[in-house]
C-alpha cells in the first residue's frame, strides 16, 4: 500500500517506492546462515552424547554398589520430566 500525502498532491510522495531495492542490487547478508557450522555442532553433539553415555554409566554403577542411590536418580529423573 503506499502513502501518499493527498492534502498537498504537488508534493506527494510514493514512500513504497523508495524502500524497494534498485534493481540487480544483491540481496542483503544474513548473519545466521548455516554454511560452515555443520563441524561445530556436530562436535558439540559429539561430545554431549559422549557424556551423557558416561554419566548413565557411572550413574548405573553407583546404582549397583549403593541400592539406595536409586531414590534420588528417581527424584531428579522425576524432576526433569516434570520440567516446563
Known amino acids: 500500500m503506499t502513502n501518499i500525502n493527498m492534502k498537498q498532491p504537488e508534493t506527494a510522495i510514493d514512500t513504497d517506492a523508495h524502500t524497494l531495492a534498485a ?8 548473519k545466521g546462515s548455516k554454511k560452515n ?4 555442532n556436530k562436535a558439540k553433539r559429539r561430545a ?3 557424556l551423557a ?9 553407583l546404582v549397583l554398589v549403593e ?3 536409586l531414590i534420588p536418580v528417581a527424584a531428579l529423573v522425576l524432576a526433569i520430566s516434570l520440567w516446563d
Open 23 to 30: 534493481p540487480g542490487a544483491k540481496a542483503p547478508h544474513h
Open 37 to 40: 557450522t555443520g563441524t561445530k
Open 48 to 50: 554431549a552424547k559422549a
Open 53 to 61: 553415555y558416561f554419566a548413565l554409566i557411572f550413574t548405573g554403577l
Open 67 to 69: 541400592p539406595w542411590l
